[in-house]
């Protein structure tokens, strides 16, 4: 209940603002401004992208849904979740050091975001589309495909978002879904209180996609929760700068 009137309040502010202000976008605030506002590439006039994600009118709607139907994330937090729950084969991240626990496939939280960034699901697979949309199904396009043009090179122009499909391979990628357990590497972590470590949450203690990333808001790139400058977002939990990146493939 509570998380529905979160929505609700969320869903008005998200009205009230009215038109995106394009000037801004994919850097603003509020997540109609940034790349998680899938109306903007189904209704880019540019032939190419003709087709390749359905246009539902509403910007929330391509992950939540305001009726508690076919959310499969239960518990605190819980955000009506309105795609289908990915479930590729996973390897998990693997890295030498490493001593917490780490689940053997990805929590339910991190497979949120993998229900679009892991391939497996096309990107407008709503399971309950809006009343008021009658036009056809989901086009069911996968990021991969995104990729594909919108590298840096050509024929696509526009923004470069190399990197944003991870694979269901991820042995190379930050460690998730990992119990955070500063114990079990005396001085190489900072202590976290309860599910908060220095402002980051935890969710029933784990790290998962969103404790280091807002899919909400662009006010720091890449839906940072804080900027990186300096490596501030790694030392946070660190108490030294990392040497490998947080992502690679
Ligand atoms: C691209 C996918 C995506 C879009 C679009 C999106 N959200 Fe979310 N939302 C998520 C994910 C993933 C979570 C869970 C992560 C978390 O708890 O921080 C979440 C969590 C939430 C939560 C509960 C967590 C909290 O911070 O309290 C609310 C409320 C919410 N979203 C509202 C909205 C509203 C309203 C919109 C539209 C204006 C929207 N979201 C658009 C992905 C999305
Ligand atoms: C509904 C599908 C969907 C969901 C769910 C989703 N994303 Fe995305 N995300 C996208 C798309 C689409 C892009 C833009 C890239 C593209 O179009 O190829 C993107 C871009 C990004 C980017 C790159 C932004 C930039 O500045 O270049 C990051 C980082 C990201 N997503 C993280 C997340 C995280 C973390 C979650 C879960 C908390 C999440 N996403 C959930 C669809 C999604
Ligand atoms: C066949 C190549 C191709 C594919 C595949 C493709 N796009 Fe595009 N996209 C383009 C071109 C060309 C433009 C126009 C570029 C411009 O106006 O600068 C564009 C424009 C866009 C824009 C608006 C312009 C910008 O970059 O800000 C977004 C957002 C976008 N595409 C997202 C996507 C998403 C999400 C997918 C996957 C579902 C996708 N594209 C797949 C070629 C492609
Ligand atoms: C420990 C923090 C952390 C965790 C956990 C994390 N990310 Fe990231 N992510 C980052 C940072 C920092 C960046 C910015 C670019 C970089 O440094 O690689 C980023 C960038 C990205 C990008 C943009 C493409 C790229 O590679 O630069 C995507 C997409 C993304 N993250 C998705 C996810 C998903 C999905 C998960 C969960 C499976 C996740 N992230 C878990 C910190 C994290
Ligand atoms: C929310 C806390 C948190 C943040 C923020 C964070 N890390 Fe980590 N990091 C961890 C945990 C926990 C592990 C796994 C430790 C283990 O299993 O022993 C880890 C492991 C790693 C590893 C694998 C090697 C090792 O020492 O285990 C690298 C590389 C790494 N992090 C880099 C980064 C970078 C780069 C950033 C910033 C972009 C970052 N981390 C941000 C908590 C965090």
Redesign the pocket.
Known sequence: MW?LR??AS??A??MASGAPLAAQWPNGI???QTP???TRPASNPNPEMAGRIRNYG???V???TPHAGPSWLVGP?????NRPRPNASYRMPAHSGSQMIQDPSPGE?SR??LS?HDGTVGLDRAINRPNHYLGPGPANQTIDACEGCHNGGSPAGGINWEGVWLRPDMRKQHPFSVLYDPSRRPGQFRPAAGNDIGGL?L?GGKIE??TCH???SQQYRYFLRRSNVGNSLCLVCHTSPPSDPVHER
């Open positions: 998380a979160r929505l969320w869903l502010t998200a509020t997540v109609d998680h506002n899938l509403e910007v929330c391509y992950c939540h937090r819980s955000p009506l979740f939280r949120l975001c679009c949450p969710f996609c969103a807002e899919p909400h």
